[in-house]
């Protein structure tokens, strides 16, 4: 008889989140979840809390060594700095230029439907907002005077700049290196391994992240903003899948379905995280083994994509901006608008994915262009769910372009790309196989022999 084929991650993850969501709402629609009760204090903030926090913290674990160890082999990978330089100004150019499509996406449906105008002003409305870093500060802080410090801190944009500079100084040194490279290439290979262990329980702590997210949902709040909400998430998909994979198909001349069907896994882990950055090892994984960009490109365009390049975030901005000119009936009018857009441009850099962030880059935008700081409180109650939608954009975005900056650098494995079947990951991946366990025992009795 055939063996049964395994399940894919895929499906077992779809499935996870399927029921956290039915499982979420329902204790939301049935108020199960009051304050003091025995679901919200031992299911919703217990064991759902729990589950979702341990598993984030492992992902967000793996990000820094991942990062260092997959750079440093793609900087060794590509041995040209030439190459590099060239692998970084295209995606800088592309992840900027997504970055102001996706705004003016935002902006233009909005101010065409006119969201905001008529809305109640809620005099209670309270943010308290951040003034936006300065540019120089920005440029200044890529160079980590610490490294330390910047793994410590998780600098993103500083442990990229150390590690290309180690990769440089590694393929300057030479032959002599050789033990120092495969040294970190291994460790590369032992990093991906440990995505592929964490990633395995995924379909649980996917379960408990979105019945949690779910059962805390303000349902109602959702229905007062309902204007708000929808225009986004129409420009979310708009954004998602039209313009990204119209610029993919002509830019690469992949194909669009099949980046979205290998995409979903990670769009439901940065949906149930909320965090780009602790995506990254789920989007480098599928990136390099499912969609077949090589590690020389992905190892650079996914750290850097996750850290400043957030299409989702900025539709969020243009479409809130909007709302909230129209609600305090301020007209921004045309060149308003575009310093919006140069600004939330700007802010993107340097303001690593994580949860929520995107609200305070607002807030950096508002104070340039005027508009009340205070009135991000309107938007604030539903930001839950649309961070998590606008997450699963932004992941999308970043690894779009590692997909078109690889096939013009001739660093795109099509056969993979073209594959369905590439890279699924299923239960067999855990195996550690016999010959495995021989070639160890046998190491460990030629030690004791000595
Ligand atoms: N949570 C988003 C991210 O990590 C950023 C944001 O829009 O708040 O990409």
Redesign the pocket.
Known sequence: MAKKKPMSLTVKVLIGMALGIIVGLGINLLGLNGSGTFINEYIVNGLFLIIGKMFVTALKMLVVPLVIFSLITGVIGIGDIRALGKVGGKSFALYMLTTAIAITVGITLAVSLGIGEGVHMNSAATFTGKEAPALSSVLINIIPSNFINAMAQGNMLQIIFFSILIGISILMVGKKALPVVELIEIGNEIMMKMVTIVMAVAPYAVFALLAKAMANLGLGLLADLAGYVLVLIGALAIHLFVVLMSILKLLSGKSPLMFLKKMRETQIF?FST????ATIPVTLRTVTERLGVDNSVASFTIPFG?TIN?D??AI?QGVATVFIANAYGVDLGTAGYLTVILMSVLASIGT????????I?LSMVFTQVGLPVEGIGLILGVDRLL?MT??AV??SGDAAVSVIVAKSEKKLDETIYDDPNAGVLTDDDLDISEKVEEELAEVVHQVHEK
């Open positions: 940065a909320s965090s780009s950055n996750a957030m989702g975030t969020m690593a994915g994580v949860p929520g962030v995107g609200l880059m961070d606008r997450t932004n992941v």
